[in-house]
Every structure is written in structure tokens, then in C-alpha cells.
């Protein structure tokens, strides 16, 4: 295995080490063919706080990767995405952060609600991003591997030697060499950890019926490998998009929707 391998090899394990699968904590007591011959839409999205919001072009990409999951769920229901619901019911509000007067998603409103009833909606999907926190480190470490040389086989009584022949008919002139590999290992990491919540409330009561908190945790890594010291640490890298956290959050809540 050639250097270039070995280095692929290295970045590919540790950004496997740091990818997990949602964790989810389900609450509700829907029944069981519930949500059947029912219209459901996705209804929109809010950030907890200023900080905790991901920006208008995730919170756009969010929406849409919610009402893709959702008609992969229901494929024989009526699914609105939160565009088509907005377009049959109106926007719900924006909501806007409390110290800085910045726009942090959606608010969930008894009007808004009230009006996804009247567009024919039995069941909107509000989804909330409760925690959003990036951390980053670095790390130095040794490894040692055994690298051996290829079988080298010499002429004897004037016959050249086979790879095959080697230690046998080549008299012991056949040469098998190995040396130790120490190689130095720098990397750098950064880590996004999402919480959210989907709730799936009945707009006739306007009250939650069904409820999902998903959390997950997921880094970027750079690394850089040398066999003579340990090289400079590599700049940080950007921590995976908030987007891509949550489509594989909302996929995971959605396929616990009863069908």
C-alpha cells in the first residue's frame, strides 16, 4: 500500500469515527393508521434563539428536505410541502429574535393553524431547532507499521531463480527484507451538534399529537501524515451544514410516523 493510500486510509477512519445515527426520543399516542385517507402538510420552521438559527437558506433547504421525507412516508396520502401549504393557507409569521431584531425562522400561531384547517389541512408538521453548537480540536499521534520488500531471487550454477522457486531450488540466495514505518500523524476537527423537534399537531385542536426529539453529532476532519516528524496541524475545517444534519434527522423522525 503506497503512501497516498495509507493517507486516504487515515482521513477515511477518523471521519468514520465521528459519524453517529440520530437518537430519538418519541412521545405521543397516535394510533395506528391515524394519519390514513388524511391530508398532512409541513408547516414551517423556527430556530430557538439568534444563535441557534442556521440562516434563511438553510432553514429553506430544511423545509424542503422535510416535505420530501414526509411524502416518502405517506406516498398514498395528500402531503403539502411548506410551499404549497403557505400558497393555500398564507405564511405563518417570522419570528424574530429577542436582543437583536434578526429574523430566527417561523411562529407557530392559533391563527395560522386555524387556517391550515380551513385550506383542508388535518395534520401540520412544525419542526424547531433547539441546539446548535460547533466544537473544534486537534491531535498529534504515532503509528508504526511493517513494511516488507518484494522477494529477490539471484542467479545459481546458471540458472535464474523463479519467484516461486525462492528459498527452495535459489539455495537460500533469495533476500525477503522488512523495516519498521514510524509515521507522524497531526489532525484538526470540528464537530456540529444539532437537537430539534418534530411535532405533528391536529389543527382542529391545535394541540401536538405526536412528537420527536432527535439529536445528532457530526465532524469534518483534516489530517496530514509524515514519516519524518509530526507535521504543522491543519486548519480547522468547517463543520458539516446544519442542512445536512437535519435531512438525516428528519429522516430518521419521519419513518417513526405511524402509517
Not at 394519519?35 to 423556527?46: E, S, Y
Request: with cysteine; charged share 20%; aromatic share 6%.
Amino acid at each position: 500500500m503506497n503512501r497516498l493510500s495509507l493517507f486516504l486510509l487515515f482521513v477515511l477512519m477518523l471521519t468514520a469515527s465521528c459519524t453517529s445515527r440520530p437518537v430519538l426520543i418519541i412521545t405521543g399516542g397516535l394510533r395506528k393508521h391515524a394519519l390514513k385517507d388524511k391530508t398532512l402538510a409541513v408547516g414551517g420552521f423556527t430556530a430557538q434563539d439568534l444563535m441557534t438559527y442556521p440562516g434563511q437558506t438553510e432553514e429553506a433547504v430544511i423545509l424542503s428536505d422535510a416535505g420530501t421525507a414526509l411524502q416518502r412516508r405517506f406516498k398514498r396520502s395528500r402531503v403539502l410541502t411548506a410551499e404549497a401549504a403557505w400558497a393555500a393557507a398564507g405564511e405563518p409569521p417570522k419570528k424574530v429574535s429577542r436582543h437583536v431584531p434578526l429574523i430566527i425562522g417561523r411562529r407557530l400561531t392559533p391563527d395560522f393553524i386555524r387556517k391550515t384547517r380551513a385550506s383542508g389541512i388535518d395534520y401540520l408538521l412544525w419542526i424547531e431547532l433547539l441546539d446548535n453548537t460547533v466544537e473544534s480540536s486537534s491531535g498529534q499521534w504515532k503509528s508504526t507499521r511493517t513494511e516488507s520488500s518484494s522477494c529477490n531471487c539471484s542467479k545459481k550454477n546458471g540458472a535464474k531463480c523463479s519467484r516461486s522457486s525462492c528459498g527452495s531450488s535459489c539455495g537460500g540466495s533469495c533476500c525477503h527484507t522488512s523495516r519498521e514505518v514510524t509515521e507522524y500523524h497531526s489532525s484538526a476537527t470540528s464537530t456540529r451538534k444539532l437537537k430539534a423537534s418534530y411535532s405533528l399537531l391536529d389543527t382542529v385542536s391545535g394541540k401536538p399529537v405526536w412528537r420527536a426529539d432527535a439529536t445528532l453529532a457530526d465532524s469534518n476532519v483534516s489530517g496530514k501524515t509524515s514519516e519524518s516528524s509530526f507535521p504543522a496541524v491543519p486548519a480547522t475545517p468547517l463543520p458539516p451544514m446544519e442542512s445536512l444534519l437535519m435531512r438525516r434527522m428528519t429522516a430518521a423522525a419521519m419513518t417513526e410516523l405511524p402509517k
